[in-house]
């Protein structure tokens, strides 16, 4: 069974940083790009960065590049997302998911979620970040 559960986040200053883990069993990294995504009450839901651990590229949203960074532990079970310079607007709840690439394509997949245009993927339940000002 799939499974990712997120971690790490919490209440930070603005200007501060913080790293988000998503801890992954059940399937792997060599078969799945991993997403992070964040989503506000009310809005909808925003991807901000993916990777495709089997070939070493990294993609992010427009709104967050130069400031987030993705990455994998050498375990090749736990994707860390790197948030820098933490904005207010920052604050939501942050979600990794899998996607399996033979559904998108191993160059396509990441691509697609950063469009946010990939829906067929599985999900952890989400952490909290909160950036006061």
């Known amino acids: 069974e799939v499974q990712l559960v997120e971690s790490g986040g919490g209440l930070v200053q603005a200007g501060g940083s913080l790293i988000l883990s998503c801890v992954t069993s059940?399937?792997?990294?060599?078969?799945?790009?991993i997403g992070w995504f964040r989503q506000v009450p009310g809005k909808a839901r925003e991807a901000v960065s993916c990777?495709?651990?089997?070939?070493?590229?990294?993609y992010y949203a427009p709104s967050v590049k130069g400031r987030f960074i993705i990455s994998v532990a050498n375990d090749k079970s736990t994707v860390y997302l790197q948030i820098n310079k933490l904005e207010p607007n920052d604050t939501a709840i942050y979600y990794c998911a899998a996607f399996h690439l033979t559904i998108y394509g191993d160059y396509t997949t990441c691509p697609a979620v950063i469009r946010n245009e990939a829906h067929s993927g599985s999900w952890g339940r989400g952490t909290q970040v909160t950036v006061s000002a």
């Open positions: 059940g399937f792997s990294f060599d078969d799945y790009a």
């Open positions: 990777m495709t651990p089997r070939l070493g590229r990294t």
